[in-house]
């Protein structure tokens, strides 16, 4: 039997960067211009880029390369889906890019959708299996599918999320089980299901699928890598996993040497590390965060990197919200140092911080021209040409003085 190392301690600013450097981070943004090689890295190295519909700044999927690769071509990252299909989309974190190895570790999810699928997904595929049927083989025999082409109207009932018209709700149970997936996405970011045989590479769709243990450990081992350290809940947050599974396939990497045990300076559980994880003697960073990011999503493991209480407040009455509807946190070096409320005004052609919020007890002018740095890099990538900043937050009168 392998014996478990003794149990490091890692000071909480090395857990901090250590986790940057596993999310491409820590250096900085290269100099060179972002293109197809580079973002296909990065899928790699997150391995997980979640999908979000929101769009009063930017789709979320776009801003984790643009924190850490620098301005690129939103074409180019599209391109990583269709037609290259680099990447897949599937439910791994929540709704998600995905690079295609890591499909055949997916499908016991997909085999499994009566357990872990939901809502009006089970229900019309239970209530009306022949309509699911035949919704395949129209995909089948047509070719690829949008859901708004199926002329059904969407249920009108207040507060549902997924309130989806019976045609959308089939086509999504099919992408769940995979039988279906998304070819491509059209400019209203509508999915375009195709069947996944005529999506996917042939050399993906002819690995073998493995055990579920095996699958699962693989999935551990994978957010292990884009974490660099921690906790179990961590591990098994990353791609959405059942607790007994998880738990069982930490402890056998853990056995096999693939995870140490630490401590980590103010955490009050234990931890582990990737045993490859870099550990820098500082960090570089200066990004704005998707409020989807893998960095920020787990909102607890947040706070204990950087006693950093983050809530995304879309749903959230306006006259209640705390920090403002759309706020990214502002990462500068390895710590988390502010957030703006951030609204792409494209018909005026302009970046608007809605609230600027510092995180020291006074406002810090350094912090505030690196943020308008940022601010004003970001804008240059949307195609808008100036910032303004409301006066809304600590920080906004700092930024609005470096903005002028």
């Known amino acids: 039997m392998h014996r478990l190392p003794p149990v490091d301690r890692l000071a909480a600013p090395l857990a901090r960067r250590i986790a940057l450097a596993a999310q491409g981070l820590a250096d900085g943004r290269p100099a060179a211009a972002a293109g197809t090689r580079q973002l296909r890295g990065l899928v790699d190295r997150l391995a997980v880029v979640q999908i979000d519909s929101v769009n009063v700044l930017s789709r979320s999927h776009y801003l984790p390369a643009f924190s850490r690769l620098g301005g690129y071509r939103h074409a180019d990252l599209d391109r990583l889906h269709h037609p290259r299909h680099d990447v897949f989309e599937y439910w791994a974190h929540e709704a998600s890019y995905l690079p295609v190895r890591l499909h055949p570790f997916l499908r016991w999810r997909m085999a499994a959708a009566e357990q872990h699928a939901w809502g009006s997904m089970l229900r019309v595929q239970r209530e009306r299996p022949e309509y699911v049927a035949d919704l395949l083989d129209r995909v089948r025999d047509g070719g690829p599918l949008k859901a708004s082409e199926l002329g059904e109207q969407r249920p009108s009932t207040p507060g549902q999320m997924w309130n989806w018209h019976p045609g959308k709700a089939a086509l999504e149970y099919l992408f769940y089980v995979g039988a279906l997936t ?83 300076e103010g955490w009050d559980r234990p931890a582990w590390l990737d045993p490859a994880a870099r550990r820098p003697r500082w960090a570089r960073a200066r990004a704005l965060l998707s409020p989807f990011d893998s960095l920020v999503w787990e909102r607890p493991r947040v706070e204990r990197l950087w006693g950093f209480r983050y809530r995304l407040e879309i749903y959230t009455p306006a006259a209640q919200r705390v920090h403002g509807y759309y706020v990214l946190p502002f990462l500068l070096g390895d710590r988390l140092v502010a957030r703006v409320d951030l609204k792409a005004d494209r018909q005026a052609g302009v970046l608007r911080v809605q609230a600027a919020h510092g995180e020291a007890p006074q406002p810090d002018p350094e912090v505030a021209e690196e943020l308008v740095a940022e601010l004003e890099l970001l804008a240059g990538w949307l195609g808008l040409s100036e910032v303004q900043v409301a006066d809304r937050g600590d920080l906004a009168p700092l930024l609005s003085a470096a903005v002028g």
């Open 182 to 264: 998304a070819r491509s996405r059209t400019a209203g970011f509508e999915r375009v299901y195709d069947l996944t045989e005529r999506v996917l590479p042939a050399a993906v769709l002819a690995t073998p699928t493995p055990p579920r243990p095996d699958a699962v450990r693989e999935l551990v081992r994978t957010a292990s890598r884009a974490l660099g350290v921690a906790t179990e809940t961590d591990l098994r947050d990353y791609f959405r996993l059942p607790v007994a599974d998880a738990r069982t396939a930490v402890a056998e990497l853990a056995e096999a040497g693939e995870l140490l045990p630490v401590e980590v």
